[in-house]
C-alpha cells in the first residue's frame, strides 16, 4: 500500500484508505469524550475496516472491551443513555466543580453506578474468544509501577476490575485488586501505541482525546519516523464539555464527529471545513440532463443567450467552471464544486458537524437567506446568482437521486447517533 501523508489531526487524501489486511486500533483515555472513539468504529465497521488488535487506556480501555466483543449497538446505545449519576453517585454540590470538591474531601467519588453499567455491557468470555487481541493500562499505587496487561495477563473473571482500574479517574475512590491500589492509566501513558507495536501491527489507527504524556509524545514521534508503520492520528477538532460531563447531547455530539473524522480519514468524505460525500459532480449531471428548454433557461440566470454559448457543456466546463476553478486555484470539477459549495456553506453559516452530500448541501445553501451571498464575488460571478442555479437545478432536475445510496447507508449510521428515543440509564436495570 503506497504511503499517504499524514497532518496532526486528520488525512489530507481524496484517495479512499486501503489497509493490507487487520488494524490495530490504539483508544486514548478522555473521560465523557470517549463517545468520539464510538463513531470512529462505526466508521471502520461500515467501510469494511478490520480490527485485529484494540489498545486502550481509561475510558478507551472500557470501549476496547466492546469492540473486542463486537457490540456496537449495545455500546452507542449505552453512552447515549448514560449522564453524570450513571458513572458516580452524585454527592454534594450544586455544579460540577463543587461536587468534585466535595468528593475530594470524602476520598473521592464512588463508581459504583459505572461498575454497575459496565458489567452490563461485559462478557468476559466473549473478549477473550473473540479473536481480537486487547490490551489496557492501569498504574499501581501500591507498586508504584504501570501495568500494561494483554488480555491473557489479566487472570480469569477479573478482567472487569482491571478494566476499571484503567479508567480509575484521579478523583474516583482508588479501585483495589487484591488489596492492591490502582489509579488511571493515563497517568502513566494515555495512548498506548507501543501495545499494538509490540504484537507486530503495522497499521495503526490512533483515536487521542487527550492530554498526552511525554511517553505519549515520543511514541508517536517514533511512529511517525517509521517506514515500516503506518498510522492514521484522529482527534477532534472540537471538543464538547470537560472529560466529566457526561451527558446524552455531548455523548451524540462527540459520535457525530468521530464518525464523520473518521470517514474523512479514511477517504469517504471530502470537505476543509464541511463533510462532503461527493463521490463525482452531480451538479454537472443534473444540468446536461435537463430538457432543452430548461437549459436555455439556466444559461440566462448567468445573463447568457443561447446563441452565446456553443452548448450546456461548454458553458459548464469552459465557462462557469472555468472562473471558479481560477477563483479557488483548484485542478478538477468535482475539487472545484466542493470548494464553491463550503464557501457558500460558510457564509450562510450552516452548521459543520453534518454529513453532507452535494446534493443536501446544495438544498441547505438554497434555502438560506439569500442576503447571506450578496457580498460573495467569485471573480466576476455574484453568489446570489450561484444561489439561483443551485435552486434552479433542484427545481427542474433530480439532483436528489444522484447522491447514491453508499450516502443513504452512510446517512442512516449518522443519524443513529442521536439520544432522542432513548429511555435514561437505571443503574438498577437487570
Known amino acids: 500500500m ?51 488488535g484494540v489498545y486502550g ?19 452507542r446505545d449505552l453512552w447515549l443513555r448514560m449522564d453524570f449519576s450513571s458513572v458516580v453517585k452524585d454527592g454534594s454540590g450544586s455544579n460540577l466543580v463543587e461536587k468534585i470538591f466535595a468528593a475530594m474531601v470524602s476520598g473521592g467519588f464512588d463508581n459504583t453506578p459505572l461498575r454497575e453499567c459496565f458489567g452490563r455491557l461485559l462478557d468476559e468470555e466473549s473478549v477473550r474468544n473473540s479473536g481480537i487481541d486487547m490490551g489496557i493500562v492501569t498504574y499501581s499505587l501500591s507498586g508504584m509501577e504501570p501495568r ?25 475512590k482508588r479501585a483495589k485488586i487484591d488489596d492492591e491500589k490502582f489509579i488511571d492509566g493515563g497517568v502513566y501513558r494515555n495512548i498506548p501505541i507501543n501495545m499494538a507495536l509490540e504484537k507486530g501491527f503495522e497499521e495503526i489507527l490512533v483515536v487521542d482525546l487527550g492530554p498526552k504524556t511525554l511517553r505519549d509524545v515520543l511514541s508517536l514521534a517514533s511512529v511517525k519516523r517509521s517506514k515500516e508503520v503506518f498510522e492514521i492520528l484522529l482527534t477532534p477538532e472540537e ?26 480519514a479514511l477517504g469517504f468524505l471530502k470537505g476543509s471545513k464541511f463533510y462532503i460525500h461527493a463521490m463525482q459532480d452531480i451538479l454537472g449531471q443534473a444540468l446536461f440532463s435537463m430538457p ?7 444559461l440566462k440566470i448567468f445573463g447568457i443567450e443561447k446563441w452565446q ?13 472555468a ?49 447571506a451571498f450578496q457580498d460573495l464575488l467569485y471573480n466576476d460571478i455574484n453568489g ?3 444561489a439561483e442555479f443551485l435552486s434552479f437545478l433542484l427545481e427542474n432536475s433530480s439532483l436528489d437521486k444522484l447522491q447514491g445510496d453508499e450516502y443513504l447507508s452512510l446517512r442512516k449510521s449518522f443519524d443513529g447517533f442521536s439520544p432522542a428515543c432513548r429511555e435514561p440509564l437505571s443503574t438498577e436495570e437487570d
Not at 487487520?22 to 470517549?34: D, H, N, T
Not at 480501555?61 to 455500546?75: G, P, Q, S, V, Y
Not at 500494561?148 to 474516583?172: K, R, T
Not at 432543452?292 to 439556466?298: H, N, Q, S, W, Y
Open 148 to 172: 500494561e496487561l494483554y488480555i491473557e495477563d489479566i487472570p480469569q473473571g477479573e478482567l472487569a476490575d482491571y478494566v476499571l482500574a484503567s479508567a480509575n479517574h484521579p478523583v474516583f
Open 2 to 52: 503506497s504511503r499517504v501523508d499524514l497532518s496532526d489531526r486528520l488525512l489530507k487524501s481524496d484517495k479512499r484508505v486501503e489497509f493490507k489486511g487487520k488494524i490495530a486500533l490504539v483508544l486514548s483515555g478522555g473521560g465523557a469524550r470517549g463517545a468520539y472513539q464510538i463513531g470512529v468504529w462505526k466508521a471502520l465497521k461500515d467501510c469494511g475496516v478490520q480490527i485485529g
Open 323 to 371: 472562473v471558479l476553478q481560477d477563483f479557488f486555484d483548484t485542478t478538477s470539477p468535482l475539487e472545484t464544486v466542493i470548494a464553491l459549495l463550503e464557501s457558500m456553506a460558510e457564509a450562510a453559516d450552516l452548521p459543520r458537524l453534518e454529513l453532507y452530500s452535494i446534493a443536501s448541501m446544495a438544498e441547505a445553501i438554497s434555502k438560506a437567506d439569500p442576503g
Open 239 to 264: 471538543f464538547y464539555g470537560d472529560v466529566l460531563d457526561f451527558d446524552p447531547e455531548l455523548s451524540a455530539k462527540y459520535m457525530r464527529e468521530g464518525y464523520l473524522d473518521g470517514l474523512k
Open 384 to 386: 446570489t446568482t450561484i
Open 309 to 321: 454559448s456553443e452548448s450546456t457543456h461548454h458553458f459548464y466546463y469552459g465557462q462557469l467552471l
Open 292 to 298: 432543452r428548454p430548461k437549459k436555455t433557461e439556466i
Open 57 to 75: 487506556t481509561s475510558v478507551g480501555a472500557i470501549n476496547a472491551t466492546a469492540i473486542a466483543m463486537d457490540r456496537i449497538e449495545e455500546a
